[in-house]
């Protein structure tokens, strides 16, 4: 008997539709489970600031137990700029800083506002805090994503949003697939073995309070050479869809419940703001403003404008490093109590 005749021949497992089933359910389930995973860990440790933030707002906004007396909306300009704590210290009554990106417009503050009334009733007071470039952006779908709510929320809270196919794609994709929608974030962290202490800097206040970080020369100029593009780019201003419609719902929400709006100034670049560029295009701004909120008699537009030197800015002109935070939440409950927003005021 030759060697070839011992060994036992492999006789293929015939195919059967079943078979073919529970393999491919096999593997959803399995890709299912590595895209939970893959979120979980990286609500933790994730490294996309931006992303991050929309969670851990959105959850601030979910997690509260009591209604405050200063609700903080806005861009993060706010974000890393308004420390509730010393907001109270300032007006009185208690402070929550749910403010985020400016990717997501005036259009989130709206959403945003309607979920707090949906929870807690009318607030007290409502203070949008905004950078100067904000009024003409778009939308990003990755974002609108990244908002822990029911899917389709943005059919139900106004401004509402009718994607597109490729759009709602964008939106699934960001939601439910973070192997996809993050997977630069996974795979520099599969290369570091893990998140950097430099890339994994992330912390927030109870209160809602996110520092930023250090000031960066290199990153600022960058961030500088930017904005001097957009003032160049927008002579005329502009004001893109969800940023109008998203005053609107404001404004109408101000006028049924009868609680009043402050729209106020991010802090900015003291030599930007004093270029004659800025200062006609703030003057176009103001105007804008002035004419759409006219309807609207408690939502008001607060000109006054705190600025800071370079080398109190992290890496965006308008965001203060940490040890200037304090500083321009004063600065903020000054223009507040001059516009008679505290009693006595």
Known sequence: MSRADEIT??????????????????????????????RWYLSEHGTNLGYRIVHAKWDLLESMDDPVDWLVLGDSSGCHGVVPEILSEELGGTAVNLATLANLLIAEDAWMLQRYIE??????????VHTFDL???????????????PWGFWERLEPTIDFTSGQARRVFLSRYLPLYAENKTLRSHLENLGPT???????????????????????????LRRTRRFLAKNRTFTMSRLNREGLEVIGELSQKHGFPVYLVNGPSHDATVASPAHQSYI???????????????????????????????????????????????????????RAGAVEGG
């Not at 009024?135 to 709510?149: C, E, F, N, T, V």
Request: net charge positive.
């Open 9 to 38: 021949p492999e006789v293929p497992r015939t195919s059967t539709p079943r078979r073919v089933a529970l393999f491919v359910v096999g593997l959803v389930a399995c890709f299912a489970l590595l895209n939970v995973g893959a």
């Open 197 to 223: 202490p430099e890339l994994a800097f992330f912390e927030m206040s109870p209160t809602g309070f996110i520092p930023a970080r250090d000031h960066r020369p290199a990153s600022f100029a960058k961030d």
């Open 135 to 149: 009024w003409p952006r778009g939308y990003r779908s990755a974002l609108i994503g990244q908002i822990p709510q």
């Open 119 to 128: 929870r807690f009733g009318p607030p007290k007071n409502v203070v949008l």
């Open 283 to 337: 003057e176009q701004r103001d105007r804008a403003l002035d004419r759409r909120l006219s309807r609207y008699p408690r939502f008001r537009a607060l000109p006054a404008q705190p600025t800071y030197a370079a080398k109190q800015l992290e890496v965006c002109i308008d965001h203060v490093i940490p040890e200037v935070a304090p500083d321009y939440t004063r600065a903020l409950a000054d223009i507040l109590r």
